[in-house]
């Protein structure tokens, strides 16, 4: 489902980036991803949904090879990788629905079927009833559950999350790890990058650590004695 061959991403001038990561996620999992500050963690996230593409090794999403990808084939790809940010990143101006709906559009499914799937997608997170309101009258969780709807609506197998519960307090960050496991329940592949450890040890997930761009640990972490 995501692999990554011995892959690299440099930037010039800065020692950030991905050095010589190698993984492996299979279909279906739930994989956390975490480390310090400038360990790698968005940079890795933006290579799987091609926001970026590496400097060396390979990496495969779905079947895809993405270094043989060309630029007219990735909105392809992209509607198999569904992408949630911290910051939300909602149109102010457009309604719950509309943003929702967005990816939808672009995508050129029909009015009926947009209308039955952003409905389904809102009641999924609990934001039927504020489906026509603009995102600045939401608090901070609820603008998060619109941009998850926004990254399921079109049912995509994979979904990435980047810091989703970063501004967000101890019980909301529960109840959107709790939308993530039931979307895992259904059969997404989820790889979420966070540096909330205290949230997810209790979940006794699988969990890759990135330390200055290395992948230094692989596997299901120990709760603190």
Not at 45 to 53: A, D, Q, T
Not at 80 to 92: A, K, P, S, W, Y
Not at 101 to 127: C, F, M, N, S, W
Not at 165 to 190: H, K, Y
Request: hydrophobic share 40%; proline share 5%.
């Amino acid at each position: 489902m995501i692999r990554f061959d011995n892959v690299s991403k440099t930037y010039p001038g800065s020692s950030g980036g991905l050095r010589e990561v190698s993984l492996h996620i299979e279909p279906g999992e739930m994989v956390f991803l975490t480390g310090h500050s400038g360990a790698g963690k968005s940079t890795l996230l933006k290579l799987v949904g091609l926001l970026e593409r590496s400097s060396r090794g390979q990496v495969w999403v779905n079947k895809h090879n993405l270094n043989h990808l060309k630029s007219r084939q990735v909105p392809l790809l992209r509607r198999e990788v569904g992408m949630i940010f911290q910051d939300h990143r909602l149109l102010t101006d457009r309604t719950v629905f509309d943003n929702v709906a967005l990816p939808l559009v672009v995508t050129g499914v029909r009015h009926q079927e947009i209308r039955r799937r952003v409905q389904a997608a809102l009641d999924k997170v609990g934001l039927l009833k504020k489906a026509r309101s603009l995102p600045l009258t939401l608090s901070g969780g609820e603008q998060q559950r619109v941009g998850i709807a926004r990254a399921v609506v079109s049912k995509p197998p994979i979904v990435l999350a980047d810091e989703p519960t970063g501004n967000l307090d101890p019980a909301l960050s529960r109840e959107i790890m709790d939308l993530f496991r039931q979307f895992n329940q259904v059969g997404v592949t989820l790889l979420i990058a966070t540096h909330d450890l205290a949230l997810i040890q209790p979940l006794g997930r699988r969990t890759l650590v990135l330390d200055q761009g290395r992948l230094v640990q692989d596997g299901v972490p120990r709760e603190p004695a």
